[in-house]
């Protein structure tokens, strides 16, 4: 009995002789020289007061070096959350399974939900398909940029970079840009070198012509045929000068002067020109900065096409709130329309669906409002026909 009590006793005293060994080692780095704790006869130094003090002491500083590191990760959380934030554009981090794990503000007032009510969900619940297929491409090949239009018309450039790990990709990053302005302004300025294009062609021509025609108009008159035939070659040959001094007009450069308008009584001035239709004026009509006389050609053009298809009555309706910086304007009629494979061709110089029509009215149109800085376009339409209009807003 005595003899197993003391061998408890010593096996006990040997562990905590070992423990107190061993602290050295645990307080400090390795390979620390053990003389600054151990005397040469092996004598113990350090009192148990004082390893539990070093304890406490490396204990704090651990702790400090722990508070030090959350608060360097929450400042870092805080300044890339701010950063994601400012994007003026939509960015959405998913994962492998095309889930949502983060959005910016900018996406939550595109997409119209908050972060909170997306996370987790599908990324097909707020994008449209073929954005899902740019998404599933680039995870297959890499980073993708592609330009695309929704069913809304409006044109997006879309980034999309896979995030890679030891087993494949483990997310993607989604950039969504709306450039459909920027499309806008680059068909406008296809257009305008177009018809610069064209202008010039018109304008050699019309000269060879009007040379040619002036020849032939001076040697009839001194010619001593009979008159009846004389008579009607002048008139064709005078007919043909009048179109070609019009194919000069149109290729002439215009000069847009800049002044304040009102839109809507500009409008209204040109409509009381017009008897026997009736006229719908509807939507609020903003002050702008343009040339009125111009835009009053285009307003008469629009009006005289839509009394020549036929119509009765012609709706005009704007669609502006304000603050808005561009006015969108409908003219409505209810004529014969104009044949759906003539649609991509109206605006054509030379191009008209009347016979013995000049098909420059239309034109004409195109590049006054193009020299304002907006858009006209056919909107498809079962009955009738719809040219809509886009002006940007200077009040």
Known sequence: MNKTISGIAITSFSLLAIFIISIPFLLFPKGRKTKEL??????????????????????????????????????????????????????????SD?????????????????????????????LPSNFIEIIEDAEKKGFREERTINEDGKWFQIQVIPIKGEKGVIGTIFMLNDITERKREEEILKEKEKMASLGEMASYLAHE??????????????SGEKEIFREKVLKELNTITSNVERFLDFAKPLVVKRERIDLKE???????????????????????????DLLKIVFINLIKNSIEAGCSKIEIRSYWKRGEKKIVIDFKDDGRGIPEDKIDKVFLPFFSTKEGGAGLGLSLSKKIILHHGGNIKIIPSKTGSTIRIELPVET
Request: net charge negative; aromatic share 8%; no cysteine.
């Open 209 to 222: 012509i009007k040379n040619s025609v002036g020849v032939a108009i001076g040697y009839l008159k001194l």
């Open 266 to 292: 500009s409008i209204s001035e040109v409509a009381e020109s017009f008897s026997g239709i009736e006229f719908l004026l509807e939507g609020e009509f903003p002050q702008s900065m343009g040339d009125k």
């Open 38 to 95: 151990f005397n040469f006869e092996g004598n113990v130094l350090l009192t148990l007061g004082e390893m539990i003090s070093k304890l406490r002491m490396r204990e704090e500083e651990l702790a400090r070096e722990r508070k030090d590191e959350r608060e360097k990760a929450e400042e870092l959380r805080i300044i890339s959350h701010v950063i994601l934030n400012s994007l003026p554009f939509p960015i959405l981090l998913l994962s």
């Open 98 to 126: 095309k889930r949502i794990l983060n959005m910016n503000r900018s996406s939550e007032e595109f997409f119209g939900r908050s972060f909170s009510s997306s996370l987790f969900l599908s990324a097909s619940s707020i």
